[in-house]
């Protein structure tokens, strides 16, 4: 009998530690199976797929999204989340990002203020700052708007100049954009609303090529000084070479920008890579230049 039991404890006791050993080789299996999902957020799709294989994980693009601070192509989200631990093999989902959404704006220059505020609308767009002008013909008809036609813009919102019969108009009235536009074009467009330009640039001379005395030559504050320092008259410059101020390039940006409420007399400084003055020798020129 006491044979018996000490047969039965002992294969007790074996079984018992086949368990235990069981279990902790079975721990340490799946420990080891297992791996911290690393961050792919802001990763290009490429770079998320390497970073995915180098931990032993399986990548998705499950959603593209739109997104105004992730660029396109780049991580947006993931799940499981940064940190989480998954055995090898796991599948990650990511969504993609789609970038800033363009929409693109109609075109309301000609249709009354309410037809053209349910096209805003029926676009999803938000109606932005509407200005009223005298103008002939019909009140409250579109005569400008901002952003442009067709542009493409990210946050989109539509300022409108209407007309008015002049009872109930003010200067005032939305500024539009003088980006792209030569000096001639800006300043003639800028004219026809009643507003002042700054020319604004890089200022370089170009000296009037004028015969001078000999010995004559330049002294300060413009001055022209004969071969003994005494000051001289200086010569009329030819008529082609008169002092004038001419911005080369087109307008790169303007202050106060597109879509600002502006008024009849108010200035638009208007910025070009260069302004270009031909004057007489030692002349000095500064930027801006008010017209």
Known sequence: MKRLFIIAFTALTMIATMLVMAGITMRIALHTGETDVPSFSGMTVSE????????????????KFYSTTVPTGRILSQAPAVGSQVRKGWQVRVTESLGPQQVTIPDVVGKTERSAAMAIRRDQLDLGTLAHLDAPGDADIVLAQTPPPDAGVDQPRIS???????????AAFVLPSFVGLSYPAANRAAAALGLKTALIGQTTTNIAATALPPGAHPGPNGTLLDAAGEPIARPAAPPDVAQSTGPSGPVVSQSPESGHRANRGDVVRLTFSHLTVNAPAAVTTTAPTEH
Do not use: F, H, Q
């Open 160 to 170: 409108l100049l209407l007309s008015s019969s002049g009872s109930g108009a003010s």
């Open 48 to 63: 998320a797929t390497d970073a995915a294989l180098r931990a032993g994980l399986d990548l998705t693009i499950e959603n």
